[in-house]
């Protein structure tokens, strides 16, 4: 069983507030990250799939990094706002044309106006 | 271009009743995935289709569960019969490539969210 760790399980931030959460994942057969962001009752949508140590992705005020090596990824959130209030999932890709995702348990982020 | 449509959005039922979902994918992808949310979890995979054929069922709890991809583009999820542990939300997604090229980013339905009294 592969072991996906998100961290903080929850955080409140401020409307303005720049914030960042952690995925820790194994370090070794690493093919793929994927981050995505679930609002409550919509779909869960995907933000960013990573596949390069080092690499760095941004969508708007978003943007996440990624240090294979070490297994952690980092998803980061520039003055937050009401609608970046989600729960953010990342799912770890094992080993070369693997469609296999393991997901973590999510950061569940409360932005308050 | 529509997205990932599943139905019913929420069903509730009693213990030892059948239930089922339905999936229809984005048109032209050929992997399509069941995965079920327990509260608290990430999404756990239930079951993977390329085109009609289930290549990954290995945690389908295959006593009370089964599936199926008809014509290799909609699929339907059953349960017969339910247990109260089956409560959770039963997220449909699919992907036009493997999870871990760039093009292999899910594309998921909004789920259906089964409470099991």
């Not at chain 2, 871990?100 to 089964?114: D, I, M, P, Q």
């Amino acid at each position: 069983i592969l072991n996906v760790e998100q961290s903080p399980q929850s955080l409140h931030v401020q409307e303005g507030d720049s914030t960042n959460f952690t995925c820790s994942f194994p370090s070794s057969n690493f093919y793929a990250l994927h981050w995505y962001r679930w609002e409550t009752a919509k779909s869960p949508e995907a933000l960013f799939v990573m596949t390069l140590n080092g690499d760095e992705k941004k969508k708007g005020r978003i943007s996440a990094t990624l240090n294979t090596k070490e297994g952690y990824s980092y998803l980061y959130i520039k003055g937050s706002q009401p609608e970046d209030s989600a729960t953010y999932l990342c799912a770890f890709v094992p080993g070369a044309g693997s469609y296999q995702l393991t997901f973590g348990k999510g950061t569940k982020l409360s932005v308050i106006p | 271009e529509a997205g990932v449509v599943q139905s019913p959005r929420y069903k509730i039922i009693e213990k030892k009743q059948p239930v089922a979902f339905w999936c229809n994918p984005i048109s032209g992808h050929n992997t399509l995935y069941w995965y079920r949310q327990n509260l608290g979890q990430g999404p756990e995979l239930l079951i993977r289709y390329e085109n009609e054929e289930a290549v990954d069922d290995s945690q389908l709890p295959k006593d009370r569960f089964s599936a199926e991809r008809l014509k290799g583009v909609d699929s339907t999820l059953k349960i017969q019969p339910a247990e109260l542990g089956d409560s959770a939300v039963y997220l449909c997604a699919s992907s036009p490539g493997r999870a871990g090229s760039s093009t292999g980013e899910l594309f998921f339905g909004e789920g259906s969210r089964l409470t099991v009294l």
